[in-house]
T-cell receptor, first 115, second 113 residues
Framework: AQTVTQSQPEMSVQEAETVTLSCTYD???????LFWYKQPPSRQMILVIR??????QNATENRFSVNFQKAAKSFSLKISDSQLGDAAMYFC????????????FGTGTRLTVIP | KAGVTQTPRYLIKTRGQQVTLSCSPI?????VSWYQQTPGQGLQFLFE???????NKGNFPGRFSGRQFSNSRSEMNVSTLELGDSALYLC????????????FGSGTRLTVV
């Protein structure tokens, strides 16, 4: 079974600084997708960034980038130039490439941005 | 275009009652998935529907059921409510099964007393 682990329940960062959120996962499959979702107080899950396992290049979306280490089954999220609006719960998620398409989520990391 | 709409936003029910939650996907999206979010268990997959057919189901008791209508709108029903069913229920829609573009709604907060 796929499991996703986020070992940092809470993190904080100074505004304009950089922070890295950790995520590890366990799977026996070779092809899959990994995601980072953000959940602000509005409760809506918002997709931050997505990585296909077959791509060696790390995904980047503006101030958000990932460090994908397939052999180590690690998928960390780096937020550069942190902004107050980045404060939220961040969830790492895994999805198979074939077969069942549901997302497996980690337990989340609460990010606080300090002005 | 309008996002995923979930109604109601908040709901309070008594143990033993049943409840129905509604999800209207983004226009053109035919796949709808449901997730339960609790502080203790985190986010767990309930089920996924595509073209009115359940395609995938999570590990939840039979008290949890759902359906999808021809216009892709989906409902989930929980019968014989238990205190442990108190949770945020999130709906996500996508164009097709397996599509990457999952868009979530803001959820329905269910409290069972």
């Amino acid at each position: 079974a796929q499991t996703v682990t986020q070992s940092q329940p809470e993190m904080s960062v100074q505004e304009a600084e950089t922070v890295t959120l950790s995520c590890t996962y366990d799977t026996s499959e070779s092809d899959y997708y990994l995601f980072w979702y953000k959940q602000p107080p509005s409760r809506q899950m918002i997709l931050v960034i997505r990585q296909e396992a077959y791509k060696q290049q790390n995904a980047t979306e503006n101030r958000f980038s990932v460090n994908f280490q397939k052999a180590a089954k690690s998928f960390s999220l780096k937020i550069s130039d942190s902004q107050l609006g980045d404060a939220a719960m961040y969830f790492c998620a895994y999805r198979r490439q074939t077969g069942a398409n549901n997302l497996f989520f980690g337990t989340g990391t609460r990010l606080t941005v300090i002005p | 275009k309008a996002g995923v709409t979930q109604t109601p936003r908040y709901l309070i029910k008594t143990r033993g009652q049943q409840v129905t939650l509604s999800c209207s996907p983004i226009s053109g999206h035919r796949s709808v998935s449901w997730y339960q979010q609790t502080p203790g268990q985190g986010l767990q997959f309930l089920f996924e529907y595509f073209s009115e057919t359940q395609r995938n189901k999570g590990n939840f008791p039979g008290r949890f059921s759902g359906r999808q209508f021809s216009n892709s709108r989906s409902e989930m029903n929980v019968s014989t409510l238990e205190l442990g069913d108190s949770a945020l229920y999130l709906c996500a829609s996508s164009f097709s099964v397996g599509a990457d573009g999952y868009t979530f709604g803001s959820g329905t907060r269910l409290t069972v007393v």
